[in-house]
């Protein structure tokens, strides 16, 4: 059970981000933005209850995800040392700094339940709960990357804290801002209150992301002290995953500003209520993916450590060369037969068919993709004859491909494993974390495609449906991001990476621009859905030439 | 859009993958410049980027044939060494595998090759 185990370990680093950025941003909008304590503002029983209850609940999810992670750590470490790890993990910093924290945060979250809630529109109350979630933020100086560093531990650790406070203070922020949205699309609030915390927050927003960015760059310098260790490691490669996810946020930020600008200029809500909602919701794509890989982030070695595993900018080019996609692969009798030799320690053995399998497995599904994206391209346009139309009409359904390449990845992914191999389904989908995501990637892709095709049935009266395909395209993103490739060399390991990063950028920018596409008018609608088709081109590319190193 | 972001961190939650490398990794080894002797018992050091705690980590000697056998740890005179105890060893390639629990958090597995010369 250690594969999923691992697994889990890892994706509660994720959640554990976005409860905090519930929890403190949601403490920060009420302190700098919402200020209830001006009542002249004319805040409703409703809106002051809703803003608590999202602080709160953050502070409670919080506190379970901690408990969690050190649960999990203790089954994880059972399952790896084979044995029970206490008495020996109750004196590790990882173990009382997380209890400590579960506490901090339970008792931050019954304060802000019990008595901010009773007080809600007291500027006392309000402090006194910041004062309260302050040990909170301090104590998660203990469970960052720089607790384990031997130079400048204390400062970075001090970066790491200001820096994960400036992001809750953004993200939390957005959160609250979907929650204003709600109330006043249902009618629960004054319909001038949502430009008002627009305008109110898009100069907070601005100072939170210059703080995140003041705090950062430091951090990174550290740990990054060259261009090759920017470019070439996986610590340095997901820094810039997480700058491109930043400016996407920023751009969306961006449009947002402009709309309350011009809504101050002209006093037309139009734009505010039927572009900017959207563009938030887009945003908090973005920014959920942002956390997850800032949690994945964190368990990669900073560059610094690793100067002799470092690849140079032209192996990093490489890895997007265009080359002829394989089309044969090789049996999987040859594949089964350099197994025992390509996992040996001693007297390891690369498997050539191994790679080539896998470059057959990649080139294919990017030549699904490729020729999706053409379709896709071509369902935008009006049949140009007569003869045409039923041919133009089938082709909206190219998401079909998506149901194809689910069932290619189902029986191509892990030859070593059932259907095709003499491992067990459940055993090595439970104890093996690679195996386990494919198993996730290919459920996931088959679905999308499903969904999708019903989606765009003319018998469909669920206006909703469409909305999944973004939704699960930016979670087959997020995984892309985040996908491990065990049992190579660092180095081959990171060039794998690099082409997976990028896929994953381009499914969020599909997932976002597919989003936007549903929900925008004209002109907006037309371009986010011609950057959506583009972005699935990008990857179908990216896979057509992928090339895996061989050892 | 409420129902929708409680979907979106369910999927999320699904979705997650874990990251192959973790925080610990070794910057340096004794091997590099104090190859093991053979056929008399040996210490390795083993210097890590981040500080390790030592009961909750493993080392293994790996001979030929991938047989494991689970050596003596000790704490190194500075901070993030490990001194490893190796037994008397014949001529032969063998590899130093270990399971480490860094400070921050992370269980990191690897594994170093060396070879005894005659």
Not at chain 1, 285 to 291: P, Q, V
Not at chain 1, 322 to 337: G, Q, V, Y
Not at chain 1, 367 to 384: D, E, G, N, R
Request: some cysteine; overall charge positive.
């Amino acid at each position: 059970m250690a594969g999923i185990a691992d697994f889990l370990d890892s994706l509660i680093g994720g959640l554990d981000l976005i409860c905090f950025c519930l929890m403190v941003g949601s403490l920060f909008w009420g302190l700098f933005v919402l200020r209830p304590w001006e009542r002249q503002h004319g805040y409703n029983a409703v809106h002051l209850d809703t803003t608590i209850t999202l602080l709160y609940k953050g502070g409670f999810y919080l506190a379970g995800a901690q408990l969690f992670k050190i649960v999990l750590k203790v089954w994880l470490m059972t399952a790896v040392l084979e044995r029970w790890p206490f008495p020996e993990f109750a004196s590790t910093t990882q173990f009382i700094g997380g209890a400590i924290r579960t506490v901090l945060a339970l008792a931050a979250a019954f304060y802000c339940q019990h008595i901010l809630r009773a007080h809600a529109e007291s500027k006392a109350h309000w402090i006194a709960a910041s004062l309260v979630t302050l040990p909170v933020i301090i104590s998660g100086a203990w469970l960052v990357h720089a607790a384990g560093r031997f130079d400048n531990r204390v400062m970075l650790m001090s970066l790491t804290v200001a820096h994960q406070l400036a992001a809750a203070a953004w993200i939390g922020g957005v959160f609250q801002l979907v929650n204003v949205w709600l109330l006043r699309y249902r009618g629960q609030i004054q319909a001038d209150l949502w430009p008002f915390l627009l305008k109110r927050f898009s100069i907070f927003g601005m100072a939170s992301v210059s703080l995140l960015l003041i705090s950062g760059a430091p951090i990174a310098l550290q740990y990054i002290t060259t261009w090759n260790g920017l470019v070439g490691t996986g610590y340095g490669n997901l820094l810039m995953v997480k700058i491109a996810l930043l400016s996407l946020a920023l751009g969306l930020a961006w449009l947002n500003r402009n709309a309350v600008l011009a809504y101050g200029i002209s006093g037309d809500p139009s734009h505010l209520n039927r572009s900017v909602p959207y563009y938030i919701e887009a945003e908090t794509f973005i920014l959920i993916t942002l956390l997850f890989t800032a949690a994945s982030l964190a368990s990669q070695p900073p560059a610094i450590d690793i100067p002799s595993l470092t690849a140079n900018w032209q192996e990093v080019l490489g890895t997007f060369k265009p080359a002829i996609p394989r089309t044969t692969s090789p049996t999987h009798t040859a594949l089964i037969a350099g197994e025992a030799g390509r996992v040996a320690i001693i007297g390891q053995v690369p498997s050539i068919a191994a790679t080539e399998w896998s470059n057959y497995n990649h080139n294919i599904a990017g030549i699904f993709l490729t020729v999706m994206s053409f379709f896709a391209m071509l369902s935008y346009l009006k049949s140009p004859a007569p003869f045409l139309d039923r041919f133009f009409e089938s082709i909206k359904f190219w998401p079909f491909g998506f149901v194809l390449l689910g069932i290619f990845l189902f029986f191509r992914s892990d030859a070593e494993t059932w259907p095709l191999g003499p491992i067990g389904f459940w055993e090595s989908t439970f104890n093996n974390g690679e195996v386990l995501q494919h198993r996730i990637a290919t459920l996931l892709v088959f679905v999308l495609g499903v969904i999708e095709i019903r989606a765009r049935m003319q018998s469909n009266q669920n206006p909703r449906l469409p909305l999944v395909f973004p939704v699960l395209a930016a979670f087959g993103g997020l995984m892309l991001l985040t996908h491990s490739h065990v049992g190579f060399q660092a180095k081959s390991a990171f060039l794998i990476q690099v082409g997976h990063t990028a896929m994953g950028v381009f499914a969020l920018i599909l997932a976002t621009g597919r989003w936007l596409e549903l929900k925008l008018d004209k002109p907006g609608k037309d371009i986010a859905g011609f950057v959506s088709v583009a972005a699935l081109f990008q990857m179908g590319l990216i896979l057509m030439f992928y090339r895996e190193p061989l050892y | 859009m409420k129902a929708l972001l409680k979907l979106c961190l369910m999927v999320l939650a699904l979705c997650q993958a874990n990251p192959a490398a973790a925080h610990a990794v070794v910057t340096d080894y004794s091997l590099k410049m104090q190859p093991i002797r053979a056929n008399r018992p040996d210490k390795v050091v083993i210097t890590f980027n981040s500080r390790i705690e030592l009961g909750l980590s493993q080392v293994f000697l790996v001979r030929k044939g991938d047989t494991h056998e689970l050596l003596k740890i000790g704490n190194g005179e500075k901070q993030g060494q490990l001194i490893v105890e190796v037994p008397a060893l014949e001529p032969g390639d063998y590899a130093i595998k270990f399971k480490v629990f860094a400070a921050d958090g992370h269980l990191t597995e690897d594994v170093i090759h060396f070879s005894v010369a005659q």
